[in-house]
């Protein structure tokens, strides 16, 4: 049986995964092509999305079957809300990269102008993602680090 500490190292750890997709998925999306290799930089935005996809998809599905974030609900259950807000931003994750990774799958070298526009639809993507992190982290540090006094 997985403990408490097993679920978060392994949780801090596909974290850590995720954060180096997300930086190779922006290297690929800066990087500044001649006309004639537009095709190797979509077939790379392509690959390099769909792991970001597939590694963010296990970093949601482990929070939400018992990750940390449980445990910051029972040691603190008065952060529920902001937890199940956090929580409900999956689904719209979800949603989002639903709709958007079929249209970089199926875009051409020949659409230049429509695979620049999905492009920076990835990029926002990816600092919303950032900016869910964060607030994850920052609703840790409040639960894990916050001393409730009591002492004394």
Not at 5 to 29: F, G, N, P
Not at 113 to 133: G, I, M, S
Request: glycine residues 4%.
């Amino acid at each position: 049986m997985p403990t408490r500490q097993d679920t978060a190292s392994a949780t801090w750890m596909e974290h850590r995964i995720l954060d180096h997709v997300k930086q190779a998925l922006r290297v690929t999306l800066d990087w500044r092509v001649p006309d004639v290799s537009v095709s190797r930089k979509l077939s790379s935005v392509q690959f390099t999305a769909n792991s970001f996809r597939r590694h963010f998809e296990r970093v949601m599905s482990i929070e939400e079957e018992g990750g940390y974030m449980s445990v910051v609900g029972e040691m603190k259950p008065y952060l529920h809300e902001r937890i199940d807000r956090l929580a409900g931003n999956h689904e719209h994750f979800r949603d989002r990269m639903r709709l958007l990774l079929p249209k970089i799958d199926s875009v051409t070298e020949w659409e230049e102008a429509r695979f620049h526009e999905l492009c920076e639809e990835l990029r926002a993507l990816l600092d919303d993602v950032d900016e869910h992190d964060a607030k994850e982290i920052a609703l840790l540090q409040e639960a894990l680090l916050f001393d409730v006094g009591g002492e004394g």
